[in-house]
């Protein structure tokens, strides 16, 4: 019995399938397979009913199952306590950034960070804030760059960025574009361009909007600020983002809205007991963002 026998049968109990569970372990069928009966050979007792198109344990297979997990975790965890004692660090970085979001600062951290450990894989994916947040937490993703109305996750680790409040961005000619503020309510007289649901800036709108029994009239979405400023430009409606997304539009006029107490929140998660990666990368982001 080896590591690699646990890792083929826990592949192929998870998968109830010989071939995915081979494109998981990135070996042939017929390796998996052999491996599988090599193992039960060992054991003395069949893992797998294969008389039917899935693949299924038997009762001998279900009790072994939870042990083998178990096995492969204890390796793991074996692996993880070496690194932690030398320094070695390998292995995959998985960050998660929301969409549309150029934030500078990271991307030295990722520069300076891959400079230092040159043999560790990057992965970078965009989604919205709260499929990102679920990603952490799930453990699919490392590390995050996401927004958030007013406060990050308890359950997670966070570093906030950025807390500001929200503009509205129009044209010079337009006629909020001589007011010291708008109030929500007033806002609600126009179409609205916003980023979608489950982004921080949305969610603080949202949630304002909400406390003062409004609806806002979202007309148009983007999930890139600088293409909901460009729509705003056009006269296709009044952009809603936070005070530094409208810093770089000098074509266009920031309107602070009156009414929101709840700030944009810029921040970085992760999850608590973070991985020996992830506290090598974490360094990197405190010089970048000068922390």
Not at 33 to 45: T, V
Not at 48 to 69: E, N, W
Not at 256 to 269: F, K, N
Request: aromatic residues 4%; charged residues 20%.
């Amino acid at each position: 019995m080896d590591l690699r026998q646990l890792e083929y049968f826990v592949a192929v109990a998870e998968e109830a399938n010989f071939t995915k569970a081979a494109e998981r372990v990135h070996i042939t069928q017929s390796g998996v397979s052999a491996q599988i009966r090599q193992f039960e050979k060992e054991l003395g007792a069949d893992l797998f009913d294969r008389s039917s198109r899935m693949v299924r344990l038997t009762a001998a297979g279900a009790a072994a199952l939870p042990h083998a997990r178990q096995a492969l975790a204890a390796a793991q965890a074996v692996r993880q306590s070496i690194d932690d004692v030398t320094g070695l660090v390998r292995g995959r970085l998985r960050l998660g950034m929301v969409t549309g979001c150029t934030v500078t600062p990271l991307f030295v951290a990722l520069a300076s960070f891959h400079r230092a450990f040159p043999r560790i894989e990057v992965t970078l994916s965009e989604a919205n804030s709260d499929a990102l947040i679920e990603d952490v937490r799930a453990g699919d993703l490392d590390i995050a760059l996401v927004g958030a109305a007013g406060a990050m996750p308890g359950d997670l680790a966070s570093v906030t960025l950025v807390s500001e409040g929200l503009v509205a961005l129009v044209p010079e000619d337009h006629v909020l574009a001589e007011k010291d503020e708008v109030t929500l309510r007033r806002l609600g007289a126009y179409p609205l361009v916003c980023l979608p649901s489950g982004t921080g800036i949305r969610s603080v709108l949202d949630q304002a909007c909400a406390a003062e029994g409004l609806r806002p009239n979202v007309a148009l979405q983007a999930t890139a600020p600088g293409a909901v400023a460009d729509l705003a430009a056009r006269g296709l409606g009044v952009a809603v983002l936070s005070t530094s997304m409208a810093a770089d539009r000098p074509e266009l006029t920031a309107v602070p809205i009156a009414g929101v107490d709840v700030p944009a929140l810029l921040a970085l998660v992760w999850r608590k007991e973070g991985s020996t990666v992830l506290r090598a990368l974490l360094p990197h982001c405190r010089r970048a963002f000068d922390l």
